[in-house]
C-alpha cells in the first residue's frame, strides 16, 4: 500500500520522525516498507506547458506538430498522444533534461518535422503507470512553472506491506495510529484548506434517520433488502454542487499516492478513503430513478455498465446498490457509469457501507476485479469510523465544490457494532510467550494501540476497538499483540531442555539416500525437475494451469530427464548421466486425491568415462545400464524383485527400444520399473548423439525397516572351479541356462560366473558359445573331485536333456 | 670335471660388483656402458661366465642356469630403476613412463545443489531432537488452508496463488499440511521437520518459479514457548550460518501461527580483502507460534499443549550460500551448473 510521508506528516500533532525512523518503527511492527521513493527524483527539469497550436502532422497519421509555451518562448514539438488540445496545460520536458527512467531529451526530427523537447505522460515521469496518453494538468495556469512545485511533489511515497489480517493499517491515519505510541490523544486529521469552519458543527448536528431497514428524507429513500449481506448503510444528500477539478492540494494528495485526480468530489471519496480506511462512494442524485436506494442481490441476468467502462453481467449471489429499477453500482466493489458524477451533477448522494466480508471477497474474484473499495471491505472495514468518515468526505466536497447538505444524514442499520471484551490471563500470556508479564506492562503494551485493559487481577478484560475488531477476538490475538509492541529482540533466546520428538522417521527418506547414494557413485548428478507435463506425460490435470505445456502433472520421470538431456546436449554437453528421485501423480480413486509415487529415474548419454590419452574411452552400453538397473533394484528391491529381458515392445514405460530393454518385477509378477535404450527418433538430438540409456523405477510406498545384517564365517577349505564352454541355442536366454546350472549343481555350488560369449563361424548355425565358471566349496571339508565331478555330470545332463545345451569341451 | 661351487660363487660376485656399478653410474651413458660390460651379449661378463656352463657335469648345469638367470634378473632390474631415476632427474623419460601425465578420470556424480541444502539443515536439526515425516503433493483445501486456520473465503488465502485440481483437490502451496496431518495421527511431543516440493501459480523468473522446495518444522508438547521457538531457531541459524551470526526476528502474519515472526540473518564474511565483513540482514524462514485452532482442529487440546512453527525454502538459502543468481538455475539442470556442486 502506498502511503505519502507528508500526508502521514499531517495525520499527527506530534512530530512523527524521519523517513527511515517511519521505516525502522513500521518494520519492527511486522511492516516492512518495500520501497521509498522521492517523487521529485529526475523531475527537476520538468516544467507546466501550454500547448497554443496543434496541427497534424504532414506525413504522419499518428502524429501531430504542437507549439508549445514552456516558459522560454514557442517551441516546436512533435508529439504522437491522442489527447493533446490547444489550450491544454502537460508536463514538458525540454530539449536538455533527463527523465526518471533516464531518457535525455534531444533535439530530433520525426519525419521530417523538428521537435525541441516531449510533453509527457504519467508514466515517463514515473508519476503513475498510465501511458495512453498526457498527463493532463488540470488547473495549471502558469507556462515554465516547475511541475514538482506545481504538482506538490516535494513528498516521498513509502510502499508499505500490510498483510492481510490488519485492514485498520491500509490507512494514513492506521498507519500513524500503529506507529505512534502514547495512546491516541494526538491522531488527527488534517485540517481543510478553505472549509468554512461552521460546516464541521453543521454536520455534528445533523438530523439523524435511523431505521433498521429503510431511512427515509431529503427526498431520498434508502431500503437494505439484505441484512445478512449489509450490516449498515449511511446516505448523506448533498445539494447545489459544482463539479470540477480539485483544487492543487488535493491533487498532490492523491498523485503522491499513485491515485489519478478526477474531480473534486470523486476526489473527496479517494481522499477519504486513503486517509482513514473508508471507502465511499458519490451518486448523481438525479440519476438515481425515484430517488430510491435498495440494496438487494442482483437478479439473475441483470447487468451493469461499471465506471471502468465494461459491461458486467451479475449474478444473484453477487449485493449490488441499485435504484427501485436497476442496479446503479456493485456493492463494495465498483461503481456504475450510469450514476456517476460528472461535471453536470448539482446533486449527490454519499454512501458509506458495511458489508459482509465473505461476500464482498467472493463478487470481487467471480468479478475478477480488485479495488481500492474491494481491497478494504473484503478485509474489514472500522465499522465505527463510519459517522466519521461520511461527514469527512461531505466536508470535503462542500469546501471544494461548494452546496450544502439537504435533509437528514440517513442510517439505515440492522448490527448496531458493539465492542467485544476479552479475557485475557497471564498465566497464559506467560505460557505462551515463555517470560511472565505484569499486568501493568500488559496495559503500558496494549493501551496505545487502541486496546482498553481493564485490570481484575492476574485476569485482564480487553475491550477492542472497531477498527481491531477483525482481528483481535480471541486471547491469543491480545498475547501477539503483547509480543510485538514488547518487541521480539525483547526475548531471552536460550536453548532449555527439550524432549526428543515422539514420531517415526518415515522410511522413505532412508531409501531415497541408500538410492542417492549408489547413483552418486555411480557418477550420475542428480536433477530436480517440477512435476508439471503436457497432456502426454500426465493424467491429473491442474484446472488453472500457467501454460498447456503444464496442464497435468506427470505421471512419469523420464519425459523430464529426456527433456534435460536434450537442453544438455544443445548446449554442447556431449557427457549427460543425470538422475531425479521425484513424485509422480496418477489419478485416484473416485474423487479421492491423486495416487502418488516416489520413482527414481536415470539417463545415461556419452562415454563410460572422461576421455584418456592411454586410449579410446568406451561408450556407454546396455551393460552399463543393466548394471545400474541392477544395482538400484538391490537398493529398493523389498525382496524379490528381479530384472528381466523384457520382451516385445514396452509402451507403458517409455519409449524403450524392443532389442534392448528390461523390466523390473516384484515377487507378484507386477512391473515395477524398466530401463533400456531409448527410441532416439521420437527426441530432439542433434546429429552427433550417442546411443541413450534409460531406467525408472517406483520406490516402494512404506519400504521394509532394514533387516539386520547377519554375519557368516568366511570359508575355510579350498574351492574348486570348473569350466564349461557351453553350445547354447541363440533363442535360449542365459538366464534360463544359469538357473539350471545352479538346480543341478548341488549345495556346494557357490557361484556360476558367465566369463566369455562367442559367436563364430566354426560354431553350428544359430548356435553361440557361452564360456561359464563354476565354483564349489563345501562349508566343512575340502571337496573331493570325484564329488565335483559327479555334479557337473548332473548339469551337464540337465542342461542337455532339458534346454538341448551341449558343451565342447571341458577347460581347466 | 670343474667344481660348480666356484663358478656359482663367481656369479655371485659378478652380481654385487655389477649392482655397485649401476648404483654409481651417473648418466644415461655410464649405465650403458655398465650395461654392456656386464649383460653384453658377446663380451658381457655374465655371458662369459655361462660359456663356461659346458665344463660341468649335467646334473649341476641346472643350478648354475638358475643362479645365472637370477643374476641377470637382478642386474636387469637395477638397471632399469637407475634409469628411471636419471631419467627423472633430466626430464627425459620414454612417454609411457611419464608419471606426470594425468591420471584415469572417472564421472563424478553429486547430488543436486538443494538437496544437499536440505541435508545439512536436516542435519542440524536432528541433533535438536527433530525426525523426518512426509506429505503428499497434491492436498484438499481443509489441509492446505480451514484447518491451517484459512477461511477460503479471507483474503490470507489469496496470498499463495494455488494450483488447482479437480474434485477442489490442490497442489499444496506450502508443506505445512504436514503440520495438521501430523498432529492428528501422533501424540506429543512432536519435533518433526518435513521437506518437500510445493507449488504456487507462478510464472518463472530469478526469484520464483512454480515449484520449490520447502522445509516445514513443527514441535508441540507440553510448556513450548516463543522463548524455544526463539532459542531453537537462534542456534539452528547460528549452527548453519557462522557461530558469530546475528538473528532477527520480526513480526509477521500467518494464519496459522500466532505470534508469527519473520527470522533474518546477518552473517559475518570474509570479503576481498580478506576482512571480515557483514551481510545486510537476509529473510531465511518465517515462523511462529501455531494457533490454537490448528491443535483444535488436529484434535489436540490447545489448553494443555503449545508449539511452534517454520518454515523455510532450501533453494532460496542455495542462493544465498552459493551465491547463485537465479532460482532457475536449479531447475534448468545443465551438468556445467551441477558439475560445481559434484561430489560424494
Known amino acids: ?812 | 670335471m670343474a667344481h660348480s661351487g666356484s663358478l656359482v660363487e663367481d656369479l655371485n660376485t659378478l652380481e654385487s660388483e655389477g649392482l655397485k656399478a649401476v648404483q654409481s653410474a651417473e648418466t644415461i651413458e655410464a649405465l650403458e656402458q655398465v650395461r654392456i660390460e656386464f649383460l653384453g651379449r658377446k663380451e658381457g661378463r655374465v655371458s662369459g661366465i655361462l660359456r663356461r656352463v659346458g665344463e660341468f657335469s649335467p646334473a649341476e648345469r641346472p643350478k648354475m642356469g638358475a643362479t645365472a638367470n637370477r643374476v641377470k634378473e637382478r642386474l636387469h632390474a637395477a638397471l632399469k630403476a637407475q634409469e628411471v631415476s636419471l631419467g627423472q632427474a633430466v626430464g627425459r623419460r620414454s612417454v609411457s613412463e611419464d608419471l606426470t601425465l594425468p591420471s584415469r578420470g572417472r564421472w563424478v556424480g553429486g547430488r543436486h545443489p538443494v538437496t544437499q541444502v536440505i541435508d545439512d539443515l536436516v542435519e542440524i536439526f536432528r541433533t535438536l531432537g527433530f525426525t523426518l515425516v512426509r506429505g503428499t503433493e497434491a492436498e484438499t483445501e481443509w489441509y492446505n488452508f480451514e484447518a491451517l486456520n484459512t477461511p477460503l473465503d479471507h483474503p490470507a488465502a489469496d496470498e499463495q496463488d494455488t494450483l488447482y485440481l479437480k474434485a477442489g483437490h490442490l497442489l499444496r502451496s506450502h508443506t505445512s499440511p504436514v503440520q495438521v496431518r501430523t498432529l492428528e495421527r501422533y501424540e506429543p511431543p512432536i519435533r518433526i521437520l518435513s521437506p518437500g516440493m510445493v507449488y504456487r501459480r507462478d510464472s518463472y523468473d530469478a526469484t520464483h518459479t512454480p515449484a520449490f522446495m520447502q522445509l516445514e518444522g513443527l514441535v508441540v508438547d507440553e510448556g513450548i514457548s516463543f522463548v524455544d521457538l526463539k532459542a531453537t531457531l537462534g542456534e539452528f541459524a547460528r549452527r548453519f550460518w557462522g557461530s558469530d551470526t546475528q538473528v532477527r526476528f520480526r513480526p509477521s502474519f500467518f494464519p496459522f501461527t500466532e505470534p508469527s515472526a519473520e527470522v533474518d540473518v546477518k552473517r559475518v564474511f570474509l570479503n576481498e580483502r580478506g576482512e571480515e565483513s557483514e551481510t545486510d540482514w537476509i529473510e531465511i524462514m518465517g515462523a511462529g507460534m501455531v494457533d490454537p485452532a490448528v491443535l483444535d482442529a488436529s484434535g489436540l487440546d490447545s489448553e494443555r499443549y503449545t508449539g511452534f512453527a517454520f518454515g523455510m525454502g532450501p533453494g532460496r538459502i542455495g542462493l544465498l550460500r552459493y551465491g547463485i543468481p537465479d532460482l532457475r538455475l536449479f531447475f534448468e539442470n545443465d551438468v556445467r551448473f551441477l558439475g560445481q556442486f559434484a561430489g560424494p
Not at chain 1, 217 to 235: H, K, N, P, Q, W
Not at chain 1, 638 to 663: I, M, N, Q, Y
Open chain 1, 1 to 812: 500500500m502506498n502511503v505519502s510521508y507528508r500526508w502521514l506528516q499531517a495525520c499527527t500533532t506530534e512530530p512523527i520522525g524521519s523517513l527511515e525512523e517511519i521505516a525502522e518503527r513500521l518494520a519492527t511492527r511486522g511492516f516492512p516498507v518495500e520501497e521509498a521513493r522521492e517523487l521529485s527524483v529526475g523531475l527537476d527539469e520538468v516544467v507546466v506547458a501550454q500547448v497554443q497550436e496543434v496541427r497534424p502532422h504532414p506525413d504522419a497519421d499518428r502524429l501531430q506538430i504542437c507549439q508549445v509555451d514552456g516558459g522560454a518562448g514557442l517551441v516546436q514539438v512533435v508529439c504522437g498522444a491522442p489527447n493533446v488540445e490547444e489550450g491544454g496545460y502537460y508536463p514538458f520536458a525540454p530539449v536538455g533534461a533527463s527523465l526518471p527512467g533516464g531518457i535525455k531529451i534531444r533535439k530530433v526530427k520525426l519525419r521530417g518535422q523538428a521537435s525541441e523537447g516531449m510533453l509527457c505522460s504519467e508514466r515517463e515521469l514515473g508519476l503513475g503507470t498510465d501511458e495512453e496518453g498526457l498527463m493532463v494538468l488540470e488547473g495549471a495556469s502558469d507556462p515554465g512553472q516547475a511541475l514538482v512545485e506545481a504538482l506538490g511533489l516535494e513528498d516521498v511515497r513509502l510502499d508499505v506491506e500490510v498483510t492481510p489480517n490488519r485492514p485498520d493499517l491500509l490507512s494514513h491515519l492506521g498507519v500513524v495510529r500503529e506507529i505512534t505510541a502514547g495512546g491516541h490523544a494526538h491522531l488527527a486529521v488534517p485540517d481543510i484548506p478553505g472549509s468554512d469552519p461552521g460546516v464541521g458543527e453543521t454536520l455534528d448536528t445533523i438530523e439523524l434517520v435511523v431505521n433498521q431497514r429503510e431511512a427515509t428524507g431529503g427526498g431520498v429513500t434508502i431500503r437494505v433488502e439484505e441484512e445478512d449481506l449489509c450490516f449498515r448503510y449511511l446516505g448523506l444528500r448533498l445539494s447545489g454542487v459544482s463539479v470540477q477539478p480539485s483544487p492543487p492540494w488535493l491533487q498532490a494528495r492523491l498523485r503522491a499516492i499513485g491515485a489519478r485526480p478526477i474531480n473534486n468530489v470523486v476526489d473527496a471519496t479517494n481522499y477519504v478513503l486513503h486517509e482513514v480506511g473508508q471507502p465511499l462512494h458519490a451518486f448523481d442524485l438525479d440519476l438515481i430513478q425515484d430517488r430510491t436506494v435498495v440494496i438487494r442481490c442482483a437478479r439473475e441476468g441483470e447487468s451493469i455498465r461499471t465506471l471502468d467502462r465494461v459491461g458486467r453481467k451479475l449474478s444473484s449471489r453477487m449485493l449490488a446498490i441499485c435504484d427501485i429499477e436497476k442496479p446503479i453500482a456493485v456493492a463494495g466493489v465498483i461503481g456504475g457509469a450510469d450514476s456517476e458524477v460528472s461535471d453536470k451533477t448539482t446533486e449527490i448522494l454519499l454512501e458509506c457501507a458495511l458489508f459482509k466480508p465473505a461476500s464482498i471477497r467472493s463478487t470481487r474474484q467471480a468479478l475478477g476485479l480488485s479495488t481500492d473499495a474491494s481491497y478494504r471491505f473484503e478485509r474489514g472495514v472500522d465499522p465505527e469510523g463510519m459517522r466519521g468518515a461520511i461527514e469527512r468526505a461531505a466536508e470535503l466536497i462542500l469546501a471544494t465544490a461548494g452546496g450544502g447538505t439537504f435533509g437528514p444524514l440517513l442510517d439505515v442499520c440492522s448490527r448496531p457494532f458493539s465492542r467485544e471484551r476479552i479475557p485475557l490471563h497471564l498465566e497464559r500470556v506467560e505460557k505462551v510467550l515463555g517470560v511472565p508479564f505484569k499486568a501493568e506492562a500488559v496495559r503500558a503494551l496494549l493501551e496505545p494501540l487502541g486496546l482498553l485493559v481493564e485490570d481484575a487481577g492476574t485476569d485482564l478484560s480487553v475491550e477492542v476497538p472497531g477498527f481491531r475488531s477483525y482481528d483481535v477476538i480471541r486471547e491469543v490475538d491480545l498475547i501477539e499483540e503483547v509480543a510485538r509492541t514488547h518487541g521480539y529482540d525483547a526475548f531471552p533466546d536460550t536453548l532449555g531442555p527439550f524432549r526428543p520428538g515422539s514420531v517415526p522417521d518415515h522410511p522413505l527418506f532412508r531409501l531415497e539416500e541408500a538410492v542417492r547414494g549408489e547413483l552418486v557413485t555411480s557418477g550420475l548428478l542428480e536433477v530436480q525437475i517440477p512435476a508439471f507435463a503436457s497432456h502426454r506425460d500426465g493424467e491429473v490435470e491442474i484446472l488453472n494451469p500457467v501454460s498447456a505445456e503444464e496442464a497435468f502433472l506427470r505421471s512419469r520421470l523420464l519425459p523430464g530427464l529426456k527433456a534435460c538431456l536434450e537442453y544438455n546436449l544443445r548446449r554442447g554437453n556431449r557427457d549427460v548421466l543425470l538422475f531425479e528421485l521425484g513424485t509422480i501423480f496418477r489419478r485416484g480413486e473416485r474423487g479421492g486425491l491423486p495416487h502418488e509415487e516416489t520413482h527414481v529415474a536415470a539417463i545415461l548419454h556419452g562415454k563410460r568415462e572422461p576421455a584418456h590419452w592411454s586410449g579410446l574411452a568406451a561408450r556407454l552400453d546396455l551393460w552399463d545400464l543393466k548394471s545400474l538397473l541392477e544395482r538400484l533394484v538391490d537398493v529398493v528391491s523389498e525382496g524379490g524383485w528381479v530384472v528381466r529381458a523384457a520382451l516385445g515392445k514396452d509402451e507403458e514405460w517409455g519409449a524403450l527400444d524392443s532389442e534392448a530393454a528390461f523390466r523390473v518385477v516384484d515377487a507378484e509378477g507386477l512391473v515395477r520399473g524398466a530401463g533400456g535404450k531409448l527410441r532416439v527418433e521420437e527426441m530432439d538430438l542433434p546429429l552427433w548423439a550417442l546411443e541413450v540409456w534409460a531406467l525408472e523405477l517406483v520406490l516402494p510406498e512404506e519400504p521394509n525397516p532394514q533387516v539386520a545384517q547377519v554375519f557368516q564365517s568366511l570359508p575355510v577349505y579350498q574351492a574348486i572351479d570348473r569350466d564349461l564352454a557351453l553350445l547354447v541355442p541363440g533363442d535360449r536366454p542365459a538366464e534360463e541356462v544359469i538357473s539350471l546350472i545352479r538346480k543341478w549343481g548341488g549345495a556346494d555350488l557357490r557361484e556360476v560366473q558367465v566369463f566369455d560369449v562367442y559367436h563364430g563361424d566354426e560354431l553350428p548355425q544359430g548356435v553361440r558359445s557361452v564360456a561359464v565358471r563354476l565354483r564349489f566349496r563345501a562349508p566343512d571339508r575340502t571337496l573331493q573331485d570325484q564329488e565335483v565331478e559327479e555334479a557337473m555330470r548332473a548339469v551337464t545332463r540337465a542342461l542337455e536333456e532339458e534346454l538341448s545345451v551341449g558343451y565342447r569341451k571341458k577347460k581347466d
